[in-house]
C-alpha cells in the first residue's frame, strides 16, 4: 500500500512516467528503479546533483548528498536501491 502511495506522489509529481504505467503494476524497487531512470535525463546510470534536484527527489526525505553514500558526485542505481531498502526494510518480500 505504501509503495502505491509513493507511486501516485511521484506520478502526480511528474516524476514517474504514464508510459510505464499502462497496464503495469509497479512495486516496490520497481517503482524506484523507474524513478531513478526517468531521473537519469543522460542515461548515464547515475544520477548527479543536479539530475537529483530537477526530478524533485529532495521532497521526499532524502537528499543528494545521503544518497551519494560513496561521496563520488554521483548515485549510482545500487546506491539508490540500498537507501530505499534502509528505509523500507522488507516491503518487496511482503508483496507491498
Known sequence: ???????????????????????????????VEH???VADQDQ???LTSVEYAEAGLERYGVS??????DGNGETS????????ERHHPG???AGI
Open 35 to 37: 524513478i531513478f531512470d
Open 1 to 31: 500500500m505504501r509503495t502505491a502511495t509513493i507511486a501516485a506522489a511521484v506520478l502526480a509529481a511528474g516524476v514517474l512516467s504514464t508510459a510505464g504505467l499502462a497496464g503495469e503494476s509497479y512495486h516496490g524497487r520497481q517503482v
Open 77 to 84: 542505481l545500487e546506491e539508490y536501491l540500498e537507501l530505499y
Open 64 to 69: 543528494f548528498d545521503e544518497s551519494d553514500t
Open 91 to 93: 516491503e518487496d518480500q
Open 44 to 46: 548515464s546510470g547515475t
